[in-house]
């Protein structure tokens, strides 16, 4: 992988963890918490991540010329590792919330992205 692919592989992953992150501040008050009900929250939260995600994705995909489903696991993983990083240096201080829950509430949905990842991968192989 050249360096500009590198460099465009972990700002991506950097962008698809925080644009989410930022999109979640308008739902919080410094003094009442989350102010809209936590399912609605959350599911804002999906939509958002897999929208951002998603686009990201199309455009990392651009740049690739071969070896798709390689780039696509590779994307996938390095973003899945990037979300949690994430995660573990921000949301979870912030948050106190315990490792176990975190990954019950949270941290599992992120498998999202290796999975959307590699289906694009395949799809774009098999044309």
Do not use: C
């Not at 936590?38 to 010329?65: E, H, P, Q, R, S």
Request: hydrophobic content about 60%; aromatic content about 14%.
């Amino acid at each position: 992988m050249n360096k500009k692919l590198l460099i465009k592989l972990i700002s991506f992953g950097i962008l698809s963890w925080l644009i989410p992150f930022i999109g979640s501040f308008p739902f919080y008050s410094p003094d009442q918490g989350l102010l809209i009900d936590i399912f609605l929250f959350k599911t804002i939260m999906i939509v958002l991540g897999a929208l951002v995600g998603v686009l990201l994705l199309v455009l990392f995909f651009n740049d690739i010329k071969k070896d798709y489903l390689k780039a696509s696991i590779i994307v996938g993983i390095v973003w899945l590792i990037i979300n949690w990083g994430l995660d573990f240096i921000f949301l979870l201080p912030m948050s106190q919330m315990p490792i176990a829950q975190y990954f019950t509430e949270i941290g599992l949905r992120y498998l999202v992205l290796p999975i959307v990842s590699i289906g694009i991968g395949l799809v774009v192989k098999n044309k």
